[in-house]
């Protein structure tokens, strides 16, 4: 018999989003960790806060709700508590009951300046590296350097003279600019939409863009990332990022890996002299490489070489799935913010992966 498609106006159900959810579903496990992680922070999130006042939305639920935009690619945070209200995976996640409502979209952008001044990013970022140090997935000998450009929140037509008050525009919306024949540097020109935005081109045949350049540091054993920076667009931006994160490394005798662009004789030096042993791909390309071969020569090179190409997943899935493939905030500070964010992310989906395959 067919059954009838009557509609009901009102919902009652006894069942929980807890219940709801499968037990095998890939988020439970995330949950966990990110559970674990945030009640560590507890005691940071109390700092932020002052002890009278109107309750605000936990800042727990704010960054799992982050969280979720970034593992789901939810394009703006208005999309974002649009899910909210209906998704039942998402209200569980957050942590919100079937009748709790809302927050407006705008309360992330309230909140983000005050988890900012926190180092929150810095501090989740680190409890989820203590994580996979429980699970024994880091590696304290070999890593993995390399950049990337993240094309800024801001236009060609943005970039005027620093000296110069600009015309008025023809048209508020969309002026007409011609900046044709006209010489543009970084150090005569800015962005009036995101004044740390730099103009850089990243080769020959290349067209100049507004950008920032981000950096990871992996370690070769699982693939996760253990540091980040962002830095203005320069030729010398990877190579001293680089230096600052290996500095922080506790190990001794560390290898490190990367592309041919580290191929530099001072930056190969200064490694030494860090008592880290240089496994970058040679540059032979019309000069002689700071490599010689009795680093090419051993074994670990190769393997090095090998390994080091798995920094481009982790570019990929933070450009791809975490919406960092064009900026979605202006700033040298919200962008350091949310791109260690996102590398958080992207070890809580590697740790997942690797739990799970080895369980």
Not at 93 to 120: A, C, Q, Y
Not at 352 to 357: G, I, K, M, T
């Amino acid at each position: 018999m067919r059954g009838s498609d009557e509609r009901s106006d009102f919902l009652f159900s006894y069942v929980s989003p807890e219940q709801r959810v499968p037990a095998d579903h890939p988020m439970r496990p995330i949950r966990r960790i990110v559970d674990a992680c945030l009640e560590r922070l507890s005691p940071r999130f109390d700092a932020l806060y002052t002890e009278f006042g109107r309750p605000s939305i936990p800042p727990e639920q704010l960054l799992r709700a982050l969280l979720l935009q970034v593992l789901y690619t939810v394009r703006s945070e208005r999309l974002l508590t649009e899910q909210l209200e209906y998704n039942l995976l998402f209200r569980w996640f957050v942590g919100l009951g079937m009748d709790e409502p809302i927050w407006d979209h705008s309360t992330f952008s309230k909140n983000r300046d005050r988890l900012l001044r926190g180092d929150i990013a810095d501090a989740f970022f680190a409890e989820v590296l203590g994580e996979a140090r429980t699970h024994g997935l880091l590696s304290d000998e070999h890593f993995t350097v390399d950049g990337t450009l993240l094309e800024a929140w801001a236009s060609q037509k943005s970039f005027r003279p620093k000296d110069e008050d600009p015309p008025p525009p023809d048209d508020p919306k969309n002026p007409a600019v011609n900046f044709r024949g006209e010489r543009r540097k970084n150090d005569t020109h800015a962005s009036t939409t995101d004044p740390d935005a730099r103009l850089y081109r990243k080769g020959d045949g290349q067209p100049a863009r507004l950008v920032y350049m981000g950096h990871v540091l992996m370690e070769n054993r699982s693939g996760l990332v253990v540091d980040t920076a962002v830095t203005p667009a320069d030729g010398y931006g990877e190579r001293h990022a680089a230096l600052t994160m290996v500095e922080a490394l506790p190990g001794d005798r560390v290898t490190l890996g990367g592309d041919k662009a580290y191929d530099d004789a001072w930056f190969v030096g200064e490694l030494r002299h860090m008592r880290v042993t240089p496994h970058v791909a040679q540059n032979t390309k019309n000069r002689r490489s700071a490599i010689d071969a009795r680093t090419t020569g051993h074994p670990g090179y190769g393997i090095s070489q090998r390994k080091r190409k798995r920094v481009e997943e982790i570019f990929g899935w933070m450009k791809t799935v975490g919406l960092l493939r064009k900026l979605r905030h202006r700033g040298g500070g919200r962008v350091t913010w949310i791109f260690r964010f996102t590398a958080a992310a992207f070890n809580l989906v590697r740790i997942r992966n690797l739990v799970s395959a080895s369980s």
